[in-house]
């Protein structure tokens, strides 16, 4: 499909005008435009996972596992009813989570069911300090769990157990805005194999009655170059969904920026099948990219990536062309208008860190500070013109995009480390910096919460340009279209 030249001109003009968005990093224990409500360190046990919100109560997951040495593995609940003073009121504990050997690494909750839905993999050993075989073997152990909040929320009876065909990474929870008694799962599930999916996605309107059905699968590896899958890590790592469905937008790791066509999908059109549109070739690229999340901003033709690498203890572990450490990876803005050829048009960083020249300098170069750490982004949420955005050692990022994709901080979190934890994580706080934030950022009745692996759970109040807008939203996360998702982006 030719570009029209309209579209080929005024992206290549947003790419001139758009400058690159550089901003300071915060010092840990500093906060600009925000204000700190309530937190809780979670009874300083480290490697807290994601989180999900029910009503008035927090789930936390764990990245590592159930063995001796580690504090409170399971699934920790907090009641927020009142922010300022967040309390763990309980916990899911063993047989059902926090086990030896798996993480409960993904959270999310169907609110119209009740249902809190919990993934557990077989973590790794060096990233996640388990007592584990998943880096010889590959994770061998995979479920997603589903509890019934709404039954009782402190202490939820697990409902139904679903073990997908293959063990995925990252989920997106879609809910019909047509009908929401029907959700489904985006789920990806990495791999370089032509023929294995990259992503499943899993009606689970049944999760009540312990029905699963895989709907449909998707793999864009065959339509990469013989080159591209030799040089370049082509793996699906996470993806988001338009919130009518329509429209995935995948993260292709060192494949790129992807969007495919999933109209089928939504309609549940039996058989559907997903259409790739952005060849990868077509793909906007950058030093090395290695691409972890991608999410539109509502409303807008453009969309935002984040580049996670971790620090330089990972080299031994990739191929040579992922090269990990400092400079670290950032976020870029995309323009999406032409969905066969999207443009990068800008893009924002943490300064120092994310600025190659730092790399040379006794701080950047010092392995404390580039091994077991990382300066890279993460998770966002985001509104119209607003994004949120984990920073790993960068705290919680706060920026506006404008019109023609200028990315300009307007905010930013980092909190004041705890003294001590019971577990570090191995490759993102055995360093200088103790900062891990790690998860998507909840937008809640107007207040953002945020968890910290290290650290704990925060609860913050956004005060910066825009505060108004944010202090609207009931419900809004980056990895579903549950709550203002539907209205943010005019869906009918």
Same mark, same amino acid.
């Given at each position: ?5 309209s ?15 550089i901003?300071a990093?915060?010092?840990?224990g ?14 300083? !046990?480290?490697?807290n996972?994601?989180h ?10 764990s990245?590592?596992d159930?063995?001796p040495?580690?504090l !409170?593995p399971?699934v ?5 009813e009142?922010?300022s003073?967040?309390?763990? %009121?309980?916990?899911?504990g063993p ?8 993480t409960?690494r993904?959270l999310? *909750?169907?609110?119209e =069911?009740g249902?809190l ?10 990233l996640h300090?388990?007592t584990s075989q ?7 152990? &995979?479920?997603i ?8 929320p %402190?202490n ?9 065909s &293959?063990t995925?990474?990252e989920?997106?929870?879609w809910?019909?805005p047509?009908?929401?008694?029907r959700?489904l ?9 032509e ?11 049944g #999760? ?18 013989e080159?591209a899958e ?12 338009s919130a009518? $469905?329509? @429209? ?10 992807l969007i495919a066509?999933?109209?089928?999908v #939504? =309609?549940?059109?039996p ?6 549109l ?11 990219q290695?691409?972890?999340?991608a999410?539109?901003?509502?409303? !807008?033709?453009?969309a935002?990536?984040t ?7 990972l080299?031994?572990?990739?191929q040579p062309?992922?090269?990990?450490g ?6 870029h803005?995309?323009?999406? &208008? ?5 443009v990068?048009v800008?893009?924002?960083?943490v300064h ?6 730092f790399?040379?300098?006794p701080e ?9 750490t ?6 966002p949420?985001v ?6 955005v984990?920073?790993h050692s960068? $705290?919680?990022?706060?920026?506006? %995009?404008? !019109?023609?994709?200028?990315?300009e901080?307007?905010?930013q ?5 705890l003294p001590?934890? *019971?577990t570090?994580?191995?490759a993102?706080?055995?360093? &200088?910096?103790k900062v891990v ?7 809640k ?10 650290n704990?759970l ?10 108004? @807008?944010?202090g609207r939203i009931?419900?809004?996360?980056g ?6 998702a539907?209205?943010l982006? $005019?869906?009918r």
């Amino acid at each position: 499909m030719k570009r029209p030249l309209s579209l080929a001109v005024s992206a290549l003009l947003l790419a001139v005008l758009a400058p690159a968005g550089i901003a300071a990093a915060p010092e840990p224990g500093t906060a600009e435009n925000f204000e700190l409500v309530g937190h809780h360190p979670l009874f300083n !046990r480290g490697m807290n996972a994601a989180h999900a919100i029910f009503d008035h109560y927090v789930y936390v997951g764990s990245r590592t596992d159930g063995s001796p040495h580690h504090l !409170r593995p399971g699934v920790l609940i907090v009641d927020v009813e009142d922010p300022s003073t967040p309390e763990v %009121v309980g916990e899911i504990g063993p047989p059902n989570e926090g086990n030896v050997s798996e993480t409960s690494r993904e959270l999310r *909750v169907w609110p119209e =069911a009740g249902l809190l839905m919990v993934l557990n993999f077989q973590c790794s050993a060096i990233l996640h300090a388990c007592t584990s075989q998943a880096d010889i073997t590959g994770p061998l152990i &995979r479920n997603i769990k589903f509890y019934d909040v709404a039954e009782d929320p %402190v202490n939820p009876p697990l409902v139904s157990t679903y073990v997908p065909s &293959r063990t995925p990474h990252e989920f997106y929870l879609w809910v019909d805005p047509a009908d929401p008694e029907r959700a489904l799962l985006w789920m990806s599930t990495p791999t370089t194999s032509e023929t294995q999916p990259n992503l499943i996605i899993t009606d689970i309107s049944g #999760a009540r009655d312990g029905v699963f059905a895989e709907v449909a699968t998707f793999n864009a590896n065959p339509a990469f170059s013989e080159q591209a899958e030799d040089e370049r890590d082509v793996r699906l790592h996470s993806m988001s969904v338009s919130a009518d $469905g329509t @429209r995935t937008y995948l993260a292709y790791l060192g494949g790129g920026f992807l969007i495919a066509d999933s109209s089928e999908v #939504a =309609a549940g059109v039996p058989e559907p099948e997903l259409d790739l549109l952005t060849p990868p070739e077509n793909s906007p690229t950058w030093p090395n990219q290695t691409v972890h999340s991608a999410i539109p901003l509502p409303g !807008r033709p453009l969309a935002i990536t984040t580049d996670e690498v971790y620090g330089d203890l990972l080299d031994p572990l990739v191929q040579p062309q992922n090269d990990f450490g400092c400079p670290w990876g950032w976020v870029h803005v995309i323009d999406i &208008r032409d969905e066969t050829h999207p443009v990068l048009v800008g893009d924002y960083r943490v300064h120092p860190e994310n600025d190659p020249d730092f790399c040379q300098t006794p701080e950047g170069s010092d392995p404390l500070n580039t091994f077991f750490t990382s300066y890279a982004a993460h998770n966002p949420t985001v509104l119209k013109d607003l994004a949120f955005v984990t920073w790993h050692s960068g $705290g919680l990022q706060a920026f506006s %995009v404008g !019109r023609r994709g200028a990315a300009e901080q307007v905010g930013q979190f980092a909190p004041e480390p705890l003294p001590f934890v *019971v577990t570090e994580d191995p490759a993102l706080s055995l360093g &200088r910096n103790k900062v891990v934030m790690w998860s998507f950022p909840i937008i809640k009745d107007g207040l953002i919460y945020v968890v910290d692996i290290r650290n704990g759970l925060y609860i913050l109040e956004y005060t910066g340009p825009g505060h108004r @807008r944010v202090g609207r939203i009931r419900f809004l996360e980056g990895n579903s279209n549950v709550g203002d998702a539907v209205r943010l982006e $005019g869906v009918r």
